[in-house]
């Protein structure tokens, strides 16, 4: 392989150099794969939610994390917002035509992992134990989570 080759996008129209820090796929695949907007698509992918139902079915997000995840995700067209003029506005959000395209390989991939727990499949934590590799692992509770995401 030629050094510094760059992988383009195939097919007719604007070609993107998809590993140079300015190329606009790569700010798309960031808020899609950042540690909350994954989350969104998945938890839009069967349904219309509104801010706070998203808030709620998703544990653990802040109110200014969802709103700063899904602004990205509005602004990349991978996700709708409709606003009801009511007191106070009612707002909706759901998955676009390409929020969709986006979603399902992430809903995919989410699905196999679940299968795969839900069949008993053993963690890498699990494995590393087993061969005595790891040391003395916790899974941190929901308490520490939260600490953790007020850090952040």
């Known amino acids: 392989m030629t050094e510094g080759v760059q992988l383009t996008q195939a097919g007719a129209g604007p070609r993107y150099e998809v590993f140079h820090t300015d190329c606009p796929a790569r700010d798309v695949v960031d808020h899609v794969t950042s540690r909350w907007g ?69 809903t995919d991939l989410f699905d196999r992992i679940t299968q795969r727990l839900a069949a008993g499949g053993a963690s890498a934590t699990e494995r590393l134990s087993a061969t005595g590799q790891a040391k003395a692992v916790t899974t941190p509770g929901p308490e520490q989570l939260r600490h953790l995401d007020d850090e952040q």
């Open 38 to 106: 994954i989350w969104v698509l998945i938890c839009l992918r069967s349904t219309d939610l509104r801010f706070y139902e998203l808030r709620d079915s998703i544990q653990g997000i802040s109110e200014k994390m969802l709103a700063q995840t899904l602004r990205a995700l509005v602004q990349d067209d991978l996700v709708w917002r409709k606003v009801e003029p009511t007191a106070p506005p009612q707002v909706t959000y759901g998955l676009t035509e390409f929020g969709q395209d986006i979603g399902a390989p992430l």
